[in-house]
T-cell receptor, first 107, second 116 residues
Framework: AQRVTQPEKLLSVFKGAPVELKCNYS??????LFWYVQYSRQRLQLLLR??SRESIKGFTADLNKGETSFHLKKPFAQEEDSAMYYC?????????FGPGTRLSVLP | DVKVTQSSRYLVKRTGEKVFLECVQD?????MFWYRQDPGLGLRLIYF???????EKGDIPEGYSVSREKKERFSLILESASTNQTSMYLC???????????????FGPGTRLTVL
């Protein structure tokens, strides 16, 4: 079965430090990959997708097919980035979410 | 803005009760989804629907059923609630065909169900 792994359940960084949330997937074809974010007491929302190669709220993510990774990065973390982050894989008619990483940005 | 609403934020039911969770979206999306969200497990797809009266099983359909009589409404039914169905339930909708996320899914606020 296709899988998405996010090795860190919790990631804590200080404000202003770089942050990288790891995501690896298992799929041999051409995947669609996404990052979703859920802030405290808010609904889950799409942060970015690899197709658009966009930067949202300072976050970027590059698809590395060789390493089957789609890590989420931000050069300078802000306290308002504290949230739950989910990586998601779509392939054909299917998709799957990773287990999520809770990012805590400390003052 | 797409609005996906769910009938209840919090729900407490007893074992064996029949439970209905309602979801409504107002953007004429063809696709609707029900997930459960559990710590450490991420989101797991229960059922989804491409169109009115159509439904497909997701990864964990056991113990659940769904109903989609109107395009904007997708109901999740727990026929006989059990304690292991205590969870956060998320509804989502999208414009894309099939199960691909394409332009992304829009989520409701969630219903936290506790089964005693």
């Amino acid at each position: 079965a296709q899988r998405v792994t996010q090795p860190e359940k919790l990631l804590s960084v200080f404000k202003g430090a770089p942050v990288e949330l790891k995501c690896n997937y298992s799929y041999s074809g051409s995947p669609e990959l996404f990052w979703y974010v859920q802030y405290s007491r808010q609904r889950l929302q799409l942060l970015l997708r690899h197709i658009s190669r966009e930067s949202i709220k300072g976050f970027t993510a590059d698809l590395n097919k060789g390493e089957t990774s789609f890590h989420l990065k931000k050069p300078f973390a802000q306290e308002e980035d504290s949230a739950m982050y989910y990586c998601a894989l779509s392939y054909g008619q299917n998709f799957v979410f990773g287990p999520g990483t809770r990012l805590s940005v400390l003052p | 803005d797409v609005k996906v609403t769910q009938s209840s934020r919090y729900l407490v039911k007893r074992t064996g009760e029949k439970v209905f969770l309602e979801c409504v979206q107002d953007m004429d999306h063809e696709n609707m989804f029900w997930y459960r969200q559990d710590p450490g497990l991420g989101l797991r797809l229960i059922y989804f629907s491409y169109d009115v009266k159509m439904k497909e099983k997701g990864d964990i359909p056991e113990g659940y059923s769904v109903s989609r009589e109107k395009k904007e409404r997708f109901s999740l039914i727990l026929e006989s609630a059990s304690t292991n169905q205590t969870s956060m339930y998320l509804c989502a909708s999208s414009l894309t065909s099939g199960r691909t996320m394409g332009n992304g899914q829009f989520f409701g606020p969630g219903t936290r169900l506790t089964v005693l």
